[in-house]
């Protein structure tokens, strides 16, 4: 029996991108891509992990590969690189929910020394109960060494521990040492499944399955359809819900968007009703430089009030942290008065109004809303 989940770091719990540190520091924009390999890349920075050299040492030894212009920006990202790697959300919110439900939570992650300046600026460190980083043992991940202090010191049974981590050779290092583990691919919905299979006790449901078959696209066009003539029967004249569908919502405006425009859409599976094999809803989003656009969420009305739609935004969050969005913004018809009170309790203001023609004498009338993507959620 699972009572123990050990998390990783860096892209299980906390952003890691060194490209995205990098954006985000005040360093020269040339120097970006130098720093990026000679720190963040160097063969020194394992040995920060392993604990086997100090931060002084390794800032001498970068600093005499660098050329001199370039040294003062490696000392101040060397400073202030951890203050950018943010939390997700997404795993945080699973880590709450394991805890509430009676988990022991760990952490067995590859760090240096400097996890000790920021560790408890971290919410979600501190639902763990007990924090295992690899300098301070002086081995790392996937060395066999690392897993068998990690179940030493806290006096765990292998067995009894399951392992999230976004490195498949560090699941096979647990594994060798008799701890089962997950690999993280960003996907929090999927992980829920995993942790389900392994006989964890966590919510899975609703199920929010990536389109990526033909068969799944007719399924979302015949979906749309329905739940486009639902949602907008008092709001639009058929004729324009008719003609907004074939432009926006049939298959081939929907195939072109995924395969030309980089939308990825999502079906909401909440259980096996025969209902459109069992999916009551959809949504569909891109990625526009840092910001999240979300174009369509919808639900078929028998399977509103079910909190699946909060669910999506959950995924919508982390995809967005995921990725290094700053904010999530979308379009909503400014006489969709409830939907649009849905928005605002979710966190979303209205940044202006905008008024677009469609073609054939129709034109979208909408609010544009926004959401600041959140570093964590407390």
């Not at 890691?16 to 990098?22: Q, V």
């Not at 109960?129 to 010191?153: M, N, Q, T, W």
């Not at 999230?164 to 096979?172: F, L, T």
């Not at 078959?213 to 907008?232: C, I, K, P, R, Y």
């Amino acid at each position: 029996m699972i009572k123990n989940i050990v998390f990783d770091m860096g892209n299980v719990l906390m952003n890691w991108s060194p490209e995205r540190m990098l954006a985000a520091l005040p360093v020269q924009e040339e120097h970006r891509r130098l720093l990026r390999d000679q720190l963040f890349g160097a063969p020194e920075w394992l040995r920060l992990d392993e604990g086997t050299i100090s931060e002084q040492e390794f800032m001498q030894i970068i600093c005499a590969r660098l050329p001199e212009d370039a040294i003062a920006d490696a000392q101040h990202v060397m400073a202030h690189w951890h203050e950018q790697m943010k939390p997700l959300d997404g795993p945080y919110q699973l880590a709450k929910e394991l805890k509430a439900a009676g988990y022991h939570l760990y952490l067995l992650s590859n760090a240096a020394k400097r996890f000790h300046v920021y560790e408890n600026d971290v919410p979600a460190f501190h639902l763990l109960d007990g924090r295992f980083v690899s300098a301070d043992f002086k081995c790392i991940k996937p060395g066999p060494v690392i897993y068998e202090k990690f179940l030493s010191h806290f006096g765990l049974q292998p067995e009894e521990c399951l392992f999230i981590d976004d490195v498949p050779a560090n699941i096979e290092g647990g594994k060798a040492a008799k701890m089962d583990g997950i690999v993280y691919i960003g996907d929090v919905n999927q992980l829920r499944q995993e942790l389900a299979a392994h006989g964890v006790a966590v919510r899975t449901q609703p199920q929010f399955v990536k389109v990526s078959s033909d068969a799944q696209l007719t399924l979302l066009s015949q979906m749309a359809n329905e739940v486009w003539h639902q949602h907008f029967a008092s709001i639009l004249a058929p004729e324009q819900i008719d003609y907004m569908v074939e432009k926006f919502q049939s298959y081939p405006a929907m195939k072109h968007q995924i395969e030309e425009e980089g939308y990825e859409y999502y079906l909401f599976r909440e259980e096996d009703d025969g209902v459109y094999e069992g999916h009551h809803g959809y949504m569909g989003f891109r990625v526009q430089d840092d910001a999240l656009f979300l174009s369509k969420l919808y639900l078929l009305q028998a399977y509103r009030g079910r909190g699946i739609s909060s669910r999506a935004l959950e995924l919508l969050i982390s995809t967005a942290q995921n990725r290094g969005c700053r904010k999530i913004w979308l379009t909503v018809n400014r006489f969709n008065a409830h939907t649009i009170e849905v928005y605002r309790h979710w966190g979303f203001q209205t940044v202006r109004e905008q008024c677009a023609d469609i073609g054939q004498g129709f034109v979208m009338d909408d609010y544009i809303m926004e959401l600041p993507v959140p570093d964590w959620r407390i």
